[in-house]
Each structure stands twice: as C-alpha cells, then as structure tokens.
C-alpha cells in the first residue's frame, strides 16, 4: 500500500521523493527545462537521501528511481556553463557529486530499480545502470554520446558497462555513438524487462513491491557478493590509473568537447580539430 502522503520535494523541486508501496522510495527526477539533466542539486539529494534510507531508522527496502515529463535523464547538465569555466565547471560536476551519488546507489544496501520512461541517456544512462535492476519503456532510446562530443569517458564508468553487457556491446555503445532502442537494450542485457506505456508503472511496482518483500538478510548478503565477485578481477595500478584520469582531464580542457558541445546544441555536424 502506498503511504498516500504527498511526493517531497528536494533539489528545489527538481528531485520528488515519495513511497509508491510498503517499503519502497521512489525518488523522481523532475527538471523539464533540461529533460531531467543532472545537476549539482539534484546529485547532492540523491546522495544525502540514499544515506537516510540506508539508516536504521528507514523502512526503506528498495529503491525505485526514474523520471517525470516522459524523460528518465538527459546526462550531465553541462550544455549551458561558460566557455571561460567549461573545463573546471564541467569536469568537477562529474568528478564530484555524480561519482558520489552512483557511489550511494551501488552503496545502497537493499536492492534499487531504476525505471525508464523515456529517453537515457549519457551519464542518465549510467545511472540507471548503478542500480540493480532496470525496467524500460517499450519504444525508447538509450545511448551513450561521448564519441559525438569529443569526451573521454570515466574508466570507471566504461567498467560498469563492460560488467553489464560485454566488451563487443560497449564498444558499440561508446565507439559508434548511436543510440539503440528498447528492445536491443533488453537482448543486450542493459535493461532486465521492457514493458508498454500503460503498463510500466504497474510492472515496476509489482518488481519493487517482491524485492521490498524478500528477505533483507538474504537481499543485503547477496548484493554484497555480487558487488565483490564483479570487483574479484583486481584494481587498476595507480600508474595506469592516474593515465586514464589524465585522459579524461584532457578531453574537458580539449576544443573538440566545446566544438561537440556546440555542434550537439545547434544540430550541426562537428567539425573536429583533434586538440
């Protein structure tokens, strides 16, 4: 049953936290001006509100996160900040409060669900794909822009997706840019079920409803295992690591991710300069 309580608004309203069923949070995200682009608010809140539903205190046993106004995420909001500020603004927004809030989702000890109704895409996507489980909406697109923009993605990130759906899709995802639509997320794995517009918010309830009613011990113990068994291949060598950081700084000072940038806003196609 839900609570009946009215959604709580954080982020200045840009993020609605409410309990859907007995055990679930849902937490929305709501920004239309920016088809639910991701910003330093709604980041800091989906962060500080996992803590809270991970104390003791909370009967929060599953997690449901998706996204109003038929949108699920854009990705990073960095398509307005000043050219003059691109590089520190741009790379700080993704260095610190989204690496943290996809922390607190995979921190999460209870299993979370990430449900899409409409387009993911960018770090949208990779946040859908911090959580356990992901229900689509028939008829979507999800992707993965960099090669577009002129962005190197976080190693980190491109692990995640090498964990999810192999080395073969990922490159395809990363390296041709394109988007692909529901039905090949769920044959690639990238998603667990896709249902249609008027049946998405019953099947992702009855999903959210069985995991909140499973046994927490059970829940707890083995989202722990698998986190470790995904981790059992070793950490990266702190030379190799700081290599990928670099990179990745380099592509936010580069002109080819303002050119991308610029190119994606106006519709054009970029014309890179390879610096």
Request: charge should be negative; aromatic fraction near 6%.
């Amino acid at each position: 049953m839900s609570s009946g309580a009215p959604p709580r608004e954080l982020a200045d309203g840009k993020l609605l936290l409410d309990e859907p069923a007995d055990g679930v949070a849902r937490l929305t995200i709501s920004y239309p001006a920016k088809r639910n682009a991701l910003d330093h608010p709604i980041l800091d809140a989906i962060t500080s509100t996992l803590g809270d539903l991970a104390s003791p205190a909370s009967q929060a046993r599953c997690v449901l996160v998706t996204g109003a106004h038929g949108m699920f995420s854009a990705g990073y909001d960095i398509g307005e900040i000043p050219e003059e500020e691109f590089e520190e603004r741009a790379e700080r927004l993704v260095a610190h409060p989204f690496t943290e809030a996809i922390d607190a989702l995979e921190a999460f000890p209870y299993p979370t669900l990430a449900v899409l109704p409409g387009h993911t895409i960018g770090g949208g996507l990779e946040l859908a794909l911090a959580c356990d489980l992901r229900v689509a909406q028939e008829g979507i697109k999800l992707g993965m822009p960099p090669a577009k923009l002129g962005l190197v993605y976080s190693h980190t990130g491109l692990r995640r997706f090498l964990d999810a759906i192999g080395a073969t899709r990922t490159r395809e995802l990363f390296l041709l840019g394109r988007y692909v639509d529901a039905a090949t997320a769920l044959a690639w794995g990238l998603v667990n079920r896709v249902a249609d517009a008027g049946e998405l918010e019953s099947v992702a309830l009855d999903i959210a409803g069985e995991l909140a009613g499973n046994a927490p011990l059970s829940q707890t113990g083995n989202k722990r295992i698998i986190a470790a068994l995904l981790r059992a291949e070793g950490e990266l060598a702190p030379d190799v690591e700081e290599e990928l950081i670099e990179l990745r700084r380099q592509s936010f000072a580069s002109q080819d991710l303002r050119e991308g940038m610029r190119a994606f806003g106006e519709r054009r196609p970029p014309r890179w300069r390879g610096e």
